[in-house]
T-cell receptor
Framework: GENVEQHPSTLSVQEGDSAVIKCTYS??????FPWYKQELGKGPQLIID?????GEKKDQRIAVTLNKTAKHFSLHITETQPEDSAVYFC???????????FGKGITLSVRP | GAGVSQSPSNKVTEKGKDVELRCDPI?????LYWYRQRLGQGLEFLIY????????KSGLPSDRFSAERTGESVSTLTIQRTQQEDSAVYLC????????????FGDGTRLSIL
């Protein structure tokens, strides 16, 4: 089955700097890659997603890039703010039944 | 409500007891998913429903776990004879239909087994 790995496990950046979080996946049939943000005591909230027919997608300060050949995708957050501090999860799905396979998450801390 | 609703938000029970967790998906969403999140870990898939049928139960950890869905709406996840290793947050998500993303999550039920 699919295996999603996420690195690093923690990341600390200065407010205003950029943050990049990388994930790798194992199943070449995966074609949908969402990123979720989870705050303490809350469920995961979708922040951006990308499908395999697209190489990059942007939404304001957030972007996701996908390299199908290397089987990795990355989340880019520019101009980080303290409210960006949270746990971020990447996931992958083949779409066949839509179940998501998640990475273990990264704790992002933005220092004021 | 507009989002996925789960109840109870917290549940503490003694080892060996049965528990039922409830999920109300977004209105009109025909696909419903259950995941488990252990402390400090990512989400593990348990089961999903398309309508009232469960085509994939492959993530259920043991036969103590079962789930059902009625009226293409509410779903309950039942854990029988709970064990301490069942302690986790149980998250429910829904999507418009099978094969259609994204999945929208509720805030989960935090289950603690004493």
């Amino acid at each position: 089955g699919e295996n999603v790995e996420q690195h690093p496990s923690t990341l600390s950046v200065q407010e205003g700097d950029s943050a990049v979080i990388k994930c790798t996946y194992s199943d070449s049939a995966s074609n949908y890659f969402p990123w979720y943000k989870q705050e303490l005591g809350k469920g995961p909230q979708l922040i951006i997603d990308i499908r395999s027919n697209v190489g990059e997608k942007k939404d304001q300060r957030i972007a996701v890039t996908l390299n199908k050949t290397a089987k990795h995708f990355s989340l880019h957050i520019t101009e980080t703010q303290p409210e960006d501090s949270a746990v971020y999860f990447c996931a992958a799905s083949t779409g066949a039944n839509s179940k998501l396979t998640f990475g273990k998450g990264i704790t992002l801390s933005v220092r004021p | 409500g507009a989002g996925v609703s789960q109840s109870p938000s917290n549940k503490v029970t003694e080892k060996g007891k049965d528990v039922e967790l409830r999920c109300d998906p977004i209105s009109g969403h025909t696909a419903l998913y259950w995941y488990r999140q252990r402390l400090g870990q990512g989400l593990e898939f348990l089961i999903y429903f398309q309508g009232n049928s469960a085509p994939d139960k492959s993530g259920l950890p043991s036969d103590r776990f079962s789930a059902e869905r009625t009226g293409e709406s509410v779903s309950t996840l039942t854990i029988q004879r709970t064990q301490q290793e069942d302690s986790a947050v149980y998250l429910c998500a829904s999507s418009l239909m099978q094969g259609r993303q994204p999945q929208h999550f509720g805030d989960g039920t935090r289950l603690s087994i004493l």
